[in-house]
C-alpha cells in the first residue's frame, strides 16, 4: 500500500455512489471531491464543477452507466470515468465489461491505491496534452493576425462583429486613407484599434494620443498646433504641437466629438491641406502623420443637433472602423474568449501566473448575462479582480464580482448604518439562497458549488427555512442557528 503522498492529487473529482467509502477513495487522490447520488445528479454536478475524474460505483447497472456516458458524449464531457470494482473484479469477465462500457480504466476494490495512483498519473499526462493542444488551437482560430509579418491585433474573439471590425481595420491600414475615423462606445478598444493601424502602417514612427474632452478649447489649440513665445499670456516659449511631434506617424484625436466648432474648422483645414501653422506662428508647417479621430457618439446625430460639423464629419467619414459593445447579441460569443485572453494574460498577482487556469460553467454564465455598460474594459477589470479574489485553480462563480451597487443590490449604505447581525448562521444562509438562485433552485447544482453534499444542503433548507422569495434565518430558533456546519467557498 502507497501513503496518500505518494499519489498525485487532480483538483477535482465527482464521485457516484451511496457508498461513503467511495468518496474516502476520492479524498486519497484528489484536492476537492463533490458527491452525487445517482447518474443523473452527476451530470449536473459535473457542469457545474468540471473534474478531472469521474468515479463510479460498479453496483450501478450498466445500462445506467452506459446512459450516462451516452448523455456525457452528446454533452461534449469528455471527463475519464473509473469504475470502482470488487477486490477480485477480474476474475469474471469485468474487464470485458469496462471496454463494453467504453470505461477509462477501473480499480479492484476501495484498497487498490497501486492502480489508482498510475490511473491518476495517466490523466494528469493527458490533462497537460489536451491543455497545450487547446492553448495552440485557441491561438490559430480565435486571434486575429493582422498580417503576414506576424503583426497581431491584440483583441480575441471570433464573433461575426469583431472579425469584420478587425478585417476593416487591416483593410485602413494597408491603404493610404487619411484621416480614419473609429466608433465605438466607451471601452470597445477604440485607442487598441488606433494603435494597430498605427503598427501596421508606421510602426517606426511616433504615436501620439489626445482626449479632447479633458483640455479647454484654449490649451487644445496650443497642444495640438503649437504656439511661439509671445504669442498670450504664459507663452514665455516656443512649443512643439502634436501634429508637429507626431511627424510621419500617428495622432489619435480621442473623443472627438468634443472638440469646440473653431477648432473643428482649423482641423478640417489641416485635412485639406496637408499643413498648418503654430498659434502666433507665420510659417506653415507640413502635416505628414495619419489623423485618427475616434468617438463613442453617434457622429451622424451629433451633425443633426448640430454638435459637430457637417463638413468634418464627411471629411472624417471615409471608411468607418465601427466597434460593437460586448453587450450586442453578436458579441456574446466574444465573452468566454475575452475573460480566458484577459486571464491568460493578466499580470495583476505575478506570483499566481499559470496557476489559475480556467472558469467555471457558471462562472462564464454570470459573464454572459451581464450588461457591460463599461464593454472590454469592464470585463478585463472583472477578471483581473477575480484573480485577485481566487484561491483555486479556476475561477468560480464567487469570484466573480461586478459594480459596487450591484453588490449591495442597491441598498443604500451611510454612514448611520450598522451591522446588528454577526452570526455565522446569517451568512450562511445568505449564501445557500445566493447558490440556490444562481442556479435556478437545482439543488444538486447548488450544492456542487457550495461544495457540499446534496443531503447537507436540504438540511440546511430546512434548518433555515429558505424559500424561494427570501433568507431570514432571524426566526429560527438561536440554538439551531449556531448550528452551523462546515462548507466551501469555493
Known amino acids: 500500500m502507497h501513503t496518500d503522498s505518494e499519489v498525485v492529487n487532480l483538483n477535482r473529482i465527482v464521485t457516484v455512489s451511496r457508498d461513503p467509502e467511495v468518496q474516502r477513495l476520492a479524498y486519497k487522490c484528489g484536492r476537492e ?33 452506459r446512459d450516462f456516458i451516452d448523455k456525457a458524449d452528446k454533452n461534449s464531457i469528455d471527463i475519464p470515468v473509473v ?3 470488487e477486490s477480485n473484479c477480474e476474475e469474471n469477465g469485468f474487464v470485458a465489461e469496462c471496454n463494453e462500457l467504453g470505461i477509462f480504466d477501473y480499480i479492484q476494490g476501495m484498497q487498490d491505491y497501486d492502480r489508482l495512483r498510475q490511473i491518476v498519473g495517466r ?33 480575441a474573439g471570433k464573433s461575426k462583429a469583431i472579425t469584420n471590425a478587425l478585417k476593416m481595420t487591416q483593410i485602413v ?34 504615436f501620439v494620443a489626445v482626449n479632447c474632452a479633458a483640455l479647454t478649447a484654449t490649451l487644445l489649440e496650443s497642444e495640438l498646433f503649437g504656439h511661439v513665445k509671445g504669442s498670450f499670456t504664459g507663452a514665455d516659449r516656443d512649443k512643439t504641437g502634436l501634429l508637429e511631434l507626431a511627424g510621419a506617424g500617428t495622432l489619435l484625436l480621442d473623443e472627438i466629438s468634443e472638440m469646440p466648432s473653431n477648432l473643428q474648422a ?21 502635416c505628414n502623420a495619419t489623423i485618427i479621430a475616434a468617438s463613442n457618439l453617434n457622429l451622424k446625430q451629433e451633425v443633426r443637433e448640430n454638435n459637430f460639423r457637417r463638413d468634418l464629419y464627411y471629411r472624417l467619414n471615409i471608411s468607418p472602423i465601427i466597434l460593437t459593445p460586448l453587450r450586442s447579441p453578436e458579441r456574446r460569443d466574444d465573452i468566454p474568449l475575452l475573460a480566458e485572453y484577459f486571464l491568460e494574460t493578466s499580470n495583476i498577482c505575478p506570483e499566481k501566473a499559470g496557476k489559475i ?28 479582480r477575480a484573480i485577485m479574489l481566487e484561491t483555486t485553480d479556476k475561477i468560480g462563480l464567487n469570484g466573480i464580482v461586478f459594480e459596487e451597487d450591484e453588490i449591495y443590490e442597491g441598498q443604500e449604505i451611510t454612514k448611520n448604518d450598522t451591522i446588528t447581525d454577526f452570526s455565522l448562521a ?42 424561494k422569495e427570501s433568507c431570514n434565518p432571524a426566526n429560527n430558533d438561536s440554538k439551531e442557528q449556531n448550528k452551523v456546519d462546515s462548507f466551501s467557498f469555493a
Not at 482641423?267 to 508647417?285: A, C, D, P, Q, S
Not at 480556467?358 to 450588461?371: G, N, P, V
Request: aromatic letters at 6%.
Open 266 to 286: 482649423k482641423l478640417l483645414r489641416v485635412l485639406e491641406e496637408k499643413k498648418f501653422r503654430k498659434v502666433g506662428g507665420t510659417k506653415h508647417i507640413d
Open 357 to 384: 487556469t480556467s472558469l467555471t460553467k457558471l462562472a462564464i454564465e454570470a459573464l454572459e448575462r451581464h450588461d457591460w455598460p463599461g464593454n472590454i474594459r469592464e470585463l478585463r477589470n472583472v477578471i483581473d
Open 173 to 206: 491600414a494597408s491603404s493610404t486613407c487619411n484621416p480614419v475615423l473609429v466608433l465605438g462606445e466607451t471601452g470597445t478598444g477604440k485607442e487598441l484599434v488606433s494603435r494597430a493601424i498605427h503598427i501596421l502602417r508606421n510602426p517606426k514612427e511616433q
Open 83 to 85: 469504475l470502482v470494482g
Open 123 to 155: 490523466i494528469k499526462e493527458r490533462d497537460e496534452e489536451k491543455k497545450t493542444e487547446q492553448s495552440c488551437d485557441k491561438r490559430d482560430e480565435d486571434r486575429f493576425f493582422a498580417n503576414d509579418l506576424a503583426v497581431t491585433i491584440s483583441m
Open 426 to 467: 446569517k451568512a450562511e444562509c445568505e449564501l445557500i439562497s445566493r447558490a440556490l438562485q444562481q442556479t435556478g433552485w437545482q439543488k444538486t447544482r447548488a450544492a456542487a458549488l457550495l461544495g457540499i453534499t446534496r443531503a447537507t444542503l436540504y438540511a440546511k433548507v430546512k434548518q433555515y427555512n429558505i424559500e
Open 33 to 65: 471531491v463533490f458527491g452525487a447520488d445517482d447518474p443523473a445528479d452527476a451530470l449536473e454536478v459535473i457542469k457545474t464543477v468540471s473534474p478531472n475524474l469521474i468515479l463510479f460505483d460498479h453496483r450501478f447497472n450498466d445500462d445506467y452507466i
